[in-house]
């Protein structure tokens, strides 16, 4: 008796199938179509108009929030790919490793903490130690709780790429550094631009801890957009979303490209 089921043929699948996606999307296409109301209240219609879109890059304060997060995002995904791409390199390929399941448990242990939790002990050690920069605050906090993002497609990476070629290069006289430069890190590449773009996508996206660290001149986009919401909503506000929106597809969209192209070359 086979154990292998078509799922298709459950009753009910495809309407809860669609019903789930409606309830996971709906709310984004409802913020797209009103990012191009003419109408400057949100949720009444009344014509087709971009100016929402010109208003929100025109806007000074929001260009600097984004330039922010920019900035902050950039150097936090340099910081915490190269930390996580070292401890990967670590665990999973280091010989003779002692306690290699607690030091993993260690690099993932931001998951497992609320965010809230993680913000308010990283604002009272700056505050013991002195560090008044915002920037600076920023940068630190968001590489370390974005390392955990980026390590993880890194090691499923290595734990799925085969010795062999390895071995070869090695018995070919290469050193350490030839090897990894040559045939280790060409391999794993997707996954380290994977990893690269969540730990982006992270920081970019993080409010709780951003908001608690940040200072003046160092609004990051989510804060900005979030006292943008406590004095109300606007087509503005949509545009942002809407451009938000946009920019996260097309990294997606690189990334899975990425991992494709490497999946073929792997195969």
């Not at 631009?193 to 992270?202: D, W």
Request: charged share 10%; with cysteine; aromatic share 10%.
């Amino acid at each position: 008796m086979s154990l292998h089921h078509d799922v298709k043929r459950y009753p009910g699948l495809g309407p809860l199938t669609a019903l789930f996606f409606v309830y996971l999307y709906a709310p984004l296409a409802v913020i797209v179509v009103y990012s191009f109301n003419a109408n400057r209240v949100a949720g009444v219609w009344t014509g087709f108009s971009t100016q929402w879109y010109a208003s929100a890059l025109n806007n000074a304060a929001l260009m600097n929030a984004l330039e922010t997060s920019l900035i902050v995002a950039a150097i936090a995904t340099t910081v915490s790919t190269l930390i996580a791409l070292s401890a990967a390199l670590a665990i999973i390929r280091g010989k003779n490793v002692r306690f290699r399941k607690l030091s993993e448990t260690v690099v993932n242990l931001p998951l497992l903490l609320p965010e809230i939790v993680l913000a308010v002990a990283t604002l009272i050690l700056f505050s013991l130690i002195d560090v008044q920069n915002g920037m600076l605050r920023l940068t630190i906090a968001h590489s370390a709780f974005c390392t955990p993002f980026a390590f993880l497609p890194i090691r499923a990476r290595l734990q799925g790429m085969s010795l062999d070629l390895e071995e070869a290069s090695a018995d070919l006289y290469a050193d350490r550094w030839t090897t990894f430069r040559r045939v280790t890190l060409p391999l794993i590449f997707p996954g380290v631009f994977s990893g690269a773009m969540l730990a982006f996508l992270i920081s970019m996206d993080d409010f709780i801890t951003s908001n608690l660290l940040s200072t003046g001149g160092s609004t990051t986009l989510p804060v900005y957009i979030f006292s943008l919401i406590r004095a109300g909503t606007s087509p503005e506000l949509n545009a942002i979303a809407t451009l938000l929106i946009l920019a996260s597809l097309i990294l997606a969209t690189v990334a899975l490209l990425v991992a494709a192209r490497g999946a073929r070359e792997t195969a």
